[in-house]
């Protein structure tokens, strides 16, 4: 375990070279089954990125359970009912939590979207093309499994990080996630990190039983972008209300997560494409969410 902590910091260390984005980019951040750490690490990698000096928006996109605010401790005032009612503009909305990181609480105001009045659409559209030039990063914390509106903001982002733990019921609940990706009809990069493992050999092993299934029944490519090791310090976190990368930045979870977006952004210079950008994403999701 040694080793591989001292491997990981000076990985951790190496991950200097930055990315410049022509267009925001869209990172949706899902999970096949609830309960492994899904938003944990949304709001790490946050952290992660803006201490690079990204500048990252989360939209808690879990209509039915929100937990981003909850896992900063703070109440947001409004939503994005307040800007499709008129009544906030979208500076308003987003609240600042810290390193220049903005949540952007969507409440079940996202599915209301594809039904609003042509004036009401319009007046959201100009609002959140605003984002454009807020923000480097818009990371989507989605429900888990595969509803059809957690389908729909994966097919509308540029990227999906799947998230699942060593556990068999986590691994087929990640495949059939996967799965439903697949028949998506626009393709996405499937990025995946494994959480709460005990060792690297067990990161590894898991990686490749997901990999072969899905290369043999799915035929669509996978990436693994890292793992978390087990981090008690991680539980007092969510505990507190606090992320560990506020509250124990050298813990060796955080250090995985900081490792993370390292990957993230090198494989993005290593394979550039051309990022949708807000109004790409707002014009998938409208559209995905009329053919419903």
Not at 198 to 224: C, M, S, W
Not at 262 to 277: A, D, F, H, Q, T
Request: charge should be neutral; proline fraction near 4%; hydrophobic fraction near 45%.
């Amino acid at each position: 375990m040694y080793d591989q902590v001292t491997k990981l910091r000076r990985l951790v260390k190496e991950k200097e070279e930055e990315v410049k984005l022509e267009k925001m980019r869209v990172i949706t951040v899902s999970s096949g089954k609830g309960g492994v750490g899904k938003t944990s690490l949304v709001v790490n990698l946050a952290l992660a990125l803006a201490e690079r000096e990204y500048r990252v928006i989360i939209l808690d996109g879990d209509l039915g359970l929100a937990n981003v605010d909850v896992a900063f401790g703070v109440i947001p005032d409004y939503n994005i009912k307040h800007l499709i009612s008129g009544e906030k503009e979208i500076e308003e909305i987003l609240y600042p939590v810290a390193r220049g990181i903005k949540i952007f609480p969507g409440a079940s105001g996202i599915v209301e979207l594809a039904n609003l009045e042509k004036e009401q659409l319009k007046n959201v559209l100009v609002n959140m093309g605003r984002l454009e030039k807020m923000t480097d990063i818009l990371l989507i914390d989605t429900g888990a499994g595969i509803g059809q509106t957690v389908l729909s903001f994966i097919s509308a982002a540029d990227d999906v990080i799947v998230v699942l733990t060593p556990e068999p019921t986590a691994m087929t609940d990640a495949y059939g996630l996967i799965k439903a990706i697949s028949s998506l009809p626009t393709k996405v990069n499937i990025n995946v990190v494994i959480n709460m493992v005990d060792n690297e050999l067990e990161a590894q092993q898991t990686y490749a039983r997901l990999e072969q299934a899905v290369t043999k029944f799915l035929g669509v490519p996978i990436h693994l972008i890292g793992w978390i090791y087990k981090d008690p310090l991680v539980s007092r976190s969510v505990m507190n209300q606090k992320p560990v990368g506020f509250t124990n930045p050298h813990s060796i979870a955080y250090e995985c997560v900081q490792w993370i977006a390292g990957n993230i952004m090198e494989n993005y210079l290593r394979s550039p494409k051309v990022n949708k950008g807000i109004k790409g994403f707002i014009y998938t999701l409208l559209r995905l969410q009329k053919e419903r």
